[in-house]
């Protein structure tokens, strides 16, 4: 570990748009904001999110990509890297090269976590190349610690009913990533949205009212945030809790100002003191059946 830092680094792999708050943009931001220095790999560039309006895509070739993050696992500073988060790829072949370094820095120390944000696609389906969403699941999600899929993409993944929330913990179980943060779970209360965790442990639902405000970015923030909190050593009742709601209050602010990004630079004391109310209950977790 560095002696410039208490808090070890985070290395964090995903997009990087120009104008707008997601990707790398609401990662970087987030864990620099709460002491975690950040080493960022971007695996396109974007002017911003193809959501506003037509966007040139820059992806790095995959040699140079390759190479790139090759480098990150020969880093002398390697011993300072507490984690990996990865989210959206420019090309199904960045997987590769991403695995490779998970191994390398697992290798050096199994105490590292991987959180895997599988970034493909929303309720109106995939939004990425089917080659890169297949490359995501087989290649990277065996690797993670952490996952984050919203419900869509739980079910792309798992191939797998997701109607409730039992069926959503069924799936998540499928997947085989000891622990799971789904978001856009079902919410128990009217007018409301969940975000459902499972570990070995247990089953922790955590909602709050539905925003309708910019949801582009996050996923990377709930990923950045979830990932601060596990490194800080905190229960898994209290990372999800206080993850939500900053992300929660986070919307809430950029939809009372009309804003159609999340606005991180004016919100960043949600990020560290959240003021927002969440809903928490533990759900019954449904009894696996062992194989005859």
Same mark, same amino acid.
């Given at each position: 570990m560095s002696s410039a830092s208490s808090k070890p680094a985070v290395i964090v792999i995903s997009s990087h748009v120009a104008r707008g708050t997601v990707g790398n943009r609401a990662a970087v931001f987030a864990l620099e904001s709460l002491g975690f220095p950040v080493w960022a790999v971007p695996t396109i560039i974007l002017p911003w999110h193809p959501g506003h309006g037509r966007a040139t895509r820059i992806v790095p070739d995959n040699k140079s990509f390759a190479s790139l993050?090759?480098?990150?696992?020969?880093a002398r500073w390697l011993p300072e890297v507490g984690a990996i988060i990865t989210g959206y790829l420019g090309d199904a072949a960045q997987a590769d090269a991403i695995a490779s370094l998970v191994k390398i820095v697992k290798t050096s120390n199994p105490r590292i976590l991987y959180l895997c944000d599988p970034v493909i696609g929303d309720a109106n389906? @995939?939004?990425?190349? /089917?080659?890169? =969403?297949i490359a995501i699941r087989d290649k990277l999600l065996p690797l993670a610690d952490v996952t984050t899929p919203n419900r869509f993409e739980l079910a792309w993944l798992t191939g797998m009913s997701v109607a409730d929330n039992s069926a959503i913990i069924s799936a998540a179980q499928k997947l085989g990533v000891e622990r799971t943060l789904v978001t856009t779970a079902h919410g128990m209360l009217a007018g409301s949205i969940g975000n459902l965790f499972l570990s070995p442990k247990s089953a922790l639902l955590?909602?709050?009212?539905m925003v309708d405000g910019p949801s582009n970015g996050l996923g990377d923030l709930t990923s950045a945030l979830f990932m601060s909190h596990?490194? @800080?050593?905190?229960? /898994?009742?209290? =990372?999800?809790?206080?993850?939500v709601a900053s992300v929660f209050e986070v919307m809430a602010r950029a939809a009372k100002r009309a804003s159609d990004e999340i606005m991180l630079a004016e919100d960043a004391n949600s990020l560290a003191h959240p003021m927002a109310m969440v809903q928490m209950r533990r759900l019954a977790m449904p009894v696996r059946k062992e194989p005859a």
């Open positions: 993050v090759g480098d990150l696992g020969k389906g @995939l939004y990425v190349p /089917e080659a890169t =969403a955590a909602e709050h009212r596990l490194l @800080l050593n905190e229960s /898994e009742e209290r =990372a999800l809790k206080a993850t």
